[in-house]
């Protein structure tokens, strides 16, 4: 690219998004693969005159389908030629989010709907206007089709290519019309991903791809205890192994590079380090639930506070109080974290699959004590985020490892380092109390919630840690919901669906609970209890019936249920298990989801069957532990994935929506999968399991039932129905 | 080092490397075929498989010692867009990958499972298919997808039979 170029770019993106559009980065991104000039219409959209169109594109691809769905909003307004429809990653600069600039919170549809609509349809007007003048008519006498301006009533025609470069001189208009739903072409049709044959033929490029002349592989020996530091180490036995280059140490432990990554990991088990292993050396899974039962003794900040609770308890026909909690889970992507670096003297590359380029971006420019225009994030695909790909020590740890070697360095996690040096979704243990009335309906909600934050507190409070539970759409008329942070060194992070992923289940199991307490059916009390919630009402109110809720199960099957709202959109799972000597197999969920406009009902169905995926590996075997301040899991063998065998068949029915605008869809599907298939384990076996995950609990609470029940029998007592 | 010599892809193929090093990491770092992956290091999840002698093996756990005079298959050499094979077909037409990241493995377990049975009950596809991870969930687009290329393979051999039968 031209400097003249780059200064219409600059001035493009400037004049269409009017909050200034600095590209970060010493070294520009092509123009085209072919050399050939390419004209910029706005940061989004570029034409070149043998009629390629460029998408420009913001948001990372982590498997949510960003690259097809994006490409959708572009094209049907630019009415550009589907086939010849190219896309690249975007830099990162202002105008496509820096600093946050990323795909993370359900957010990438939504936060694209406008300005990439209105990105196609501006291009799409310039170029009916170069073509009004050439032939000398209104813009109005003119249409566009599958990449050509139409004269209206004759058979001239120019295509987009043709007029690309005039066009481009053009004012960039103010503002534009865009389509009624009626109009759509492609928004709103299950079209086919645009990634899919680069990922079938080995072709797509993931940060661990990443290679280069003189490219050293690396892996990272850490503290095994939290907040630890390196006291003191020796390399001997390291620097004599095959194939080890350098061995360096940065601010978190000891690098080890070598010429392959094999070479690297044998090298790395040959250190021998002194840890000064810090405060955390002692921290245990059950020091940390000790230290949340306490926590809970005392008041929090309050999340939501309404209606006289007190009155509600002490009028109340009966009263139900229970205790739930949920471990730490690791993400464990497929691709472990990675990231590459080379370092010259004109400043910092960097390369990464990761979510938020601008925090990349970022955490580079502080590592390497470069100005931001001396760095450069190249996004690549992702092998998974699931909200691990957001912040994280990988880029700070791969640009200080490459500053020390002086080469260039792609910096590996192994699994080993994946799991037990994660930023994990934090623990959390909660206290709900419930008071029903005569009826049996639930009139007041109490909780407190003891957690490790998500984010920074503001006023003492995460809203993340109290999400999918103080939040809740439930009509109860009193609820009063508490904050206790728990204070650790911990790391914690997002992790697909974030709060809602522990607070749901805790919501909506206990609602299980209320059910039958009060002697309801529970798709019947939830739909009481939504009437001040209409859409999300409907969606169970079809699940229900899409899933036979009123009509017996299969022999040996049982059902449960859950829904909520989260992410913008709306979602009601129904789920058949069956429990075989405490082992719980899931045979089919049905999925009810109102995300409004479904852009793409294909990647639609992809994420709610993924996050219900998620979820469900989690809710039967999730479980990050901790001993002597050591993560306890390792490896896929003690921190299992869902398996195809265990696979339940998935039915997603995507509601059509009286919202014209997209909801989110990445984590929506996430949060309800757990306590439908709690609330399914309690109608197969009476238990009820407050305490995840299912595979370990549900065994040790079937045989206390057991137990319970033959007491019951030998003192002569009623058995539990 | 050991200089070994095996086939890949079709093609002879040298290396110079320790007889140790797993397969995974000769095919990743010293020739660049980076479409075989990395998952676990451990054969627990699937992403490095791999054909040795058309058998589906796990890379990350194959000393390329092993591998010395033996035939090698990476996705790189399953097909190409041009001559896709009838799982990478089956693949596309139903959009499995979502990240995309063990798709690799899955497409080459799928491929091993079809060359020796090539019409797989759901059992038979739960069997072969149980050793490799998808955490993007792609598990219910894969069966289908092992269904759909069971029918492609078997719609080339039926448009392959009558060649067959005209040479003898």
């Known amino acids: 690219m031209s400097a003249a170029q780059l200064k219409r770019r600059e001035f493009l993106a400037l004049s269409a998004a009017g909050t200034g559009a600095l590209v970060l980065g010493h070294h520009v991104p092509a123009t085209a693969q072919d050399g050939s000039e390419t004209l910029e219409f706005n940061p989004f959209v570029r034409i070149a005159p043998d009629d390629t169109v460029t998408l420009i594109l913001h948001k990372p691809e982590n498997g949510q389908g960003a690259v097809t769905t994006l490409c959708m909003l572009l094209a049907e307004e630019l009415d550009c030629d589907w086939q010849r429809l190219q896309w690249e990653f975007a830099p990162v600069a202002r105008v496509y989010g820096f600093p946050l600039q990323g795909t993370f919170g359900s957010l990438g549809v939504r936060t694209s709907w406008q300005p990439l609509r209105e990105a196609g349809a501006k291009a799409r007007v310039m170029l009916q206007s170069a073509a009004a003048q050439r032939w000398g008519v209104d813009i109005a006498q003119t249409r566009t089709e599958n990449g050509r301006v139409h004269r209206v009533g004759s058979t001239d025609s120019f295509s987009y290519g043709e007029l690309a470069l005039e066009a481009a001189q053009l004012p960039v208009p103010e503002t534009v019309a865009l389509k009624s739903p009626d109009q759509y072409r492609l928004i709103g049709k299950p079209t086919p991903r645009r990634d899919t044959l680069a990922k079938i033929t080995g072709t797509a490029r993931y940060g661990i791809d990443v290679r280069m002349p003189d490219i050293a592989f690396a892996v990272l020996e850490r503290c095994p205890v939290f907040g630890g530091r390196v006291a003191s180490f020796d390399d001997s036995r390291t620097r004599a192994f095959p194939g080890v280059i350098d061995v360096v140490q940065v601010g978190r432990g000891i690098a080890v590079l070598a010429t392959n990554t094999w070479a690297a990991m044998e090298g790395r088990k040959l250190l021998d380090i002194q840890w000064d292993l810090g405060p955390n050396a002692s921290l245990s899974s059950e020091r940390i639930r000790e230290m949340q039962r306490e926590l809970l003794q005392h008041s929090g900040a309050v999340a939501r506070s309404e209606g006289d609770v007190e009155a509600a308890f002490a009028n109340a026909a009966q009263k139900v109080a229970v205790t739930y909690e949920v471990p730490y889970l690791a993400h464990t992507t497929m691709e472990p974290p990675n990231t590459a670096v080379r370092l010259d003297e004109q400043g910092c590359e960097v390369w990464s699959g990761t979510q938020i380029p601008g925090i990349c971006h970022s955490s580079a420019v502080a590592a390497a004590g470069l100005e931001a225009e001396q760095v450069k994030v190249n996004t690549l695909f992702i092998g998974g985020g699931f909200g691990s790909r957001g912040g994280g020590n990988v880029y700070t740890e791969a640009v200080e490892i490459a500053m020390v070697t002086g080469r260039p360095v792609n910096l590996l996690y192994t699994r080993e380092d994946d799991i037990q040096q994660d930023r994990y979704r934090p623990c959390s243990m909660v206290n709900l109390e419930a008071a029903l009335d005569a009826e049996g309906w639930p009139v007041a909600l109490r909780g407190r919630v003891s957690c490790q934050y998500f984010q920074a507190l503001q006023n003492g409070l995460d809203r993340e840690a109290v999400a999918g539970l103080a939040d809740n759409d439930y009509a109860i008329g009193a609820q009063h919901f508490e904050y206790v942070p728990l204070e650790l060194d911990v790391p914690t992070n997002f992790w697909r669906s974030v709060g809602a992923s522990q607070n749901v289940y805790f919501m909506e199991s206990f609602l299980d609970e209320l059910a039958a307490a009060g002697g309801k059916d529970p798709v019947e009390l939830r739909l009481h209890l939504l009437r001040d919630a209409p859409r999300l009402r409907r969606v169970l109110e079809i699940a229900a019936e899409r899933a036979g809720w009123n009509t017996p199960a299969v022999p040996g099957r049982h059902r449960g249920v859950a829904c909520v709202s989260c992410f913008g959109s709306h979602n009601a799972q129904v789920v058949e298990v069956s429990v075989d000597q405490g082992r719980v197999r899931v045979h089919k969920v049905t999925c009810v989801v109102d995300c409004g406009q479904a852009v793409n009902p294909l990647t639609v169905r992809q994420q709610m069957e993924g996050g219900i995926v998620y979820g469900l590996t989690a809710a039967l075997r999730g479980e990050i532990s901790l001993a002597d301040g050591r993560v306890q899991q390792s490896n896929f063998h003690d921190y299992d994935a869902l398996r195809i065998d265990e696979m339940p068949e998935i039915d997603v029915f995507i509601v059509p929506s009286e919202d014209p605008n997209p909801g989110g869809i990445g984590e929506t599907s996430t949060p309800a999968i757990a306590p439908a298939v709690v609330n399914a384990v309690f109608a197969a076996t009476g238990v009820r399991v407050r305490r995840l995950p299912l595979e370990k609990h549900l065994p040790t609470l079937l045989a206390e039932s057991q137990q319970q029940d033959s007491h019951a029998i030998n003192s002569g007592g009623t058995i539990h129905a | 080092m050991a200089t070994i010599t095996f086939t890949l892809n079709g093609q002879p193929r040298t290396v110079e490397a320790e007889p ?149």
């Open chain 2, 20 to 168: 140790q090093m797993p397969l995974l990491w000769v095919l990743r770092d010293i020739l660049n075929l980076t479409g075989t992956k990395y998952g676990c290091g451990m054969a627990l999840c699937g992403a490095c498989t791999v054909h040795i002698d058309g058998n589906p093996v796990r890379s990350c756990r194959t000393e390329i010692g092993f591998v010395a005079g033996r035939s090698v298959t990476t996705v790189e050499g399953l097909g190409t867009p041009d001559a896709l094979h009838p799982v990478q077909r089956a693949w596309l037409e139903l959009d499995v990958p979502q990240c995309g990241y063990c798709q690799s493995g899955q497409q080459m377990s799928a491929a091993a499972l079809l060359a020796r049975n090539p019409k797989p009950t759901d059992a038979d596809i739960d069997a072969a298919m149980r050793n490799n991870i998808c955490r993007c969930g792609t598990y219910q687009s894969i069966r289908a997808a092992i269904h759909r290329a069971a029918e492609i393979q078997a719609l080339a051999m039926d448009a392959m039979a009558p060649a067959e039968e005209g040479r003898v």
